[in-house]
């Protein structure tokens, strides 16, 4: 018995009409000749179009040196008032040299954490993948120094680490050049937030209610 799905995919296949001898390949059966970007910028005009967006926003955009990013860190921390601190296992072990040992507890990302040892925890660190300028985004894929997703998304208060100017581009078509699709991406433009029906603004619902975003240039 002929179903309806068979009859819409009949109609389908005849509108098409039969298969061509020679297919372009996908990538260039389309032309695609849009903009990948909104303006040609600097890199450090790229920097500061980030942290403006980031800013808006509504997360906290620091800017230091590599030599000054530990006791940034630790001083990021203790205006927050955390005592105990999550990180992948193969961040840079120089970036938490400034932390008194004694002043905060550091755990180190393992499968074994409870959701409650996470939500127990008040800060994590970590670096990222990339930035997007134009969108004020920055995007998570758990490679080196980010750790499994679940770290950045379950403590109150987030210190993320992006590196100018390599780390930084123009805009999201650009940026997807830079990503591994088979990686799963997070994409964090400020701290977490949601709104109602009546528009009233909610932080730290799905995700960290505190962004640091520190920009490291080299």
């Avoid at 018995?1 to 009859?7: E, H, I, L, N």
């Avoid at 002043?103 to 993948?129: F, W």
């Avoid at 997070?186 to 995700?207: K, N, Q």
């Amino acid at each position: 018995m002929t179903t309806s799905r068979d009859q819409i995919l009949a109609r389908i296949r005849t509108a098409l009409g039969p298969p061509a001898d020679h297919q372009p390949p996908y990538e260039h059966a389309i032309t695609r000749t849009y903009r990948t970007t909104h303006a040609t910028r600097t890199p450090r005009e790229r920097t500061a179009l980030l942290a403006d967006n980031l800013t808006d926003y509504r997360a906290h955009v620091h800017h230091t040196t590599p030599d000054g990013l530990p006791a940034l860190i630790a001083r990021l921390l203790a205006d927050h008032g955390s005592r105990t601190l999550i990180t992948p296992t193969d961040l840079p072990p120089h970036w938490l040299s400034a932390i008194p040992p004694s002043d905060v507890e550091i755990r180190t990302d393992d499968p074994h954490l409870t959701h409650h040892d996470l939500d127990t925890t008040d800060s994590v660190v970590t670096g990222c993948a990339l930035a997007i300028a134009e969108t004020g985004t920055i995007v998570l894929d758990t490679g080196p120094g980010q750790g499994h997703r679940r770290i950045t998304l379950i403590p109150d208060h987030h210190i993320c680490v992006i590196h100018a100017p390599h780390q930084i581009h123009d805009s999201l078509p650009q940026a997807l050049l830079h990503l591994d699709p088979t990686h799963p991406h997070t994409l964090i433009s400020g701290p977490s937030a949601t709104s109602d029906i009546e528009l009233d603004r909610v932080e730290g619902v799905h995700g960290p209610r505190t962004l640091d975003a520190v920009i490291v240039t080299e």
